[in-house]
């Protein structure tokens, strides 16, 4: 399983797109994902949020701290 830090790193709406395409793949392995300090705006957000309902996900911790 994976943990990944994408902390600080000035993420865009592209960006949550990726990252909400590998929470839907099948299987996903990605179980933590670090999202602190990225300013996401709405857009962003929603797409984060069709990965997350995604039946494939399998995230356990998701941390957004100043997002």
Do not use: F, W
Not at 1 to 17: G, K
Not at 35 to 63: F, W
């Amino acid at each position: 399983m994976s943990h990944y830090r994408l902390s600080d790193c000035r993420l865009t709406e592209i960006h949550c797109e990726v990252v909400a395409s590998a929470l839907k793949s099948n299987p996903s392995h990605l179980i933590e994902l670090d999202m602190t300090g990225n300013y996401l705006d709405n857009a962003g957000v929603k797409r984060l949020c069709d990965g997350l309902q995604s039946p494939n996900c399998k995230l356990e911790t998701l941390r957004s701290v100043h997002c």
